[in-house]
């Protein structure tokens, strides 16, 4: 496991909080995509912060948040094409997750489909 500080980086905000940084990077993408914390990026980096976290896509670069003990939250941005890809297939694979699951949720509702009662029949039964 390497520093990220090793590898070719853009800064754009220093000692920032979350919210602040999320709103740089839903300002400043082309493409947002929100992880929980703890999302692993670049294979050896732990993303940290309070949900929802933003990772940005902009050209090649991929905008997200860096927190340093003791100096605070950064954003900062890597080109990295592989990120991006893995990224959107991540993405990609949540909302055919989610499609399937509201589809088992419709057949259920299928299933268990209540009475039509018209305003009348209502109204009759509250003058029992």
Same mark, same amino acid.
Do not use: W
């Given at each position: ?23 740089? %990077? ?7 995509? &929100? /992880?929980? #914390?703890?999302?692993?990026? !670049? ?13 940005? %896509? ?7 948040? &860096? /927190?340093? #003990?003791?100096?605070?939250? !950064? ?54």
């Amino acid at each position: 496991m390497s520093c990220i500080e090793q590898m070719k980086y853009k800064l754009y905000l220093e000692r920032t909080s979350f919210r602040e940084a999320r709103e740089y %990077i839903e300002k400043n993408s082309e493409e947002v995509y &929100y /992880v929980e #914390p703890g999302y692993r990026i !670049f294979k050896d980096y732990y993303i940290i912060g309070v949900p929802p976290v933003a990772l940005g %896509i902009r050209g090649d670069e991929v905008l997200f948040t &860096y /927190v340093k #003990p003791c100096h605070g939250t !950064f954003v900062m941005g890597v080109d990295s094409s592989e990120e991006i890809a893995r990224l959107r297939e991540r993405e990609e694979e949540k909302i055919k997750k989610t499609l399937k699951e509201g589809q088992k949720k419709g057949s259920e509702k299928d299933k268990t489909k209540a009475s039509i009662i018209s305003y009348g029949d209502i109204y009759k039964i509250n003058d029992r």
